[in-house]
């Protein structure tokens, strides 16, 4: 199923949507998957307390985020596809990174339940048919299909990837 067009998803998925150079999930997955978990297993034990101000999360806690990010997103997607018709909340990523704890957490630990949990997601997303991928939900009260979500999950990952370089490891 080729990349989603813009009224297939919400207008704040935009932007991440854009990040990604990809026709499909497949070759988003394909192209993305690894080189995420490299990026963050390349990043040094000296870096990962660092906050670039005082009111920005740490490395460690932008890993749980998008951790914590990638399992809503897998989520909303899986019951999209499953033709569940509850509209799924939104949520404050704010409240999750205060309460997250990241900061007690091994940066070993954080890396592996990021790899198991970026793989489970592209197992679940490469077992959508094509009738899957279409269905719509409600998501943030807003329409949303199975294959922006999945676009939103890998943007969103590259979205904060350029954060990181631009921000944190100053690449």
């Given at each position: 199923m080729p990349k989603p067009t813009p009224g297939s998803y919400p207008?704040?998925?935009?932007?991440?949507?854009?990040?990604v150079d990809a026709e499909n999930i497949k070759e988003a997955l394909e192209k993305y998957s690894n080189t995420v978990a490299d990026f963050f297993k390349s990043i040094s034990g000296d870096k990962i307390d660092y906050r670039y101000d005082e009111n920005k999360w740490t490395i460690k806690e932008m890993l749980q985020h998008l951790i914590d990010a990638e399992r809503v997103f897998a989520y909303?997607?899986?019951c999209v596809a499953r033709k569940d018709q509850t509209s799924f909340p939104g949520f404050d990523e704010n409240s999750y990174a205060a309460n997250s704890k990241a900061d007690r957490r091994s940066w070993e630990d954080l890396l592996e339940e990021?790899?198991?949990?970026r793989k489970s997601t592209d197992l679940m997303l490469l077992s959508?048919?094509?009738?899957?991928?279409?269905q719509t939900g409600i998501t943030n009260n807003s329409a949303?299909?199975?294959n922006a979500i999945a676009f939103t999950l890998y943007g969103h990952l590259l979205h904060h990837i350029k954060i990181l370089d631009e921000r944190y490891l100053n690449k």
């Open positions: 207008s704040y998925a935009a932007n991440y949507i854009n990040l909303r997607a899986m990021f790899e198991l949990t959508f048919d094509d009738e899957q991928l279409q949303n299909n199975v």
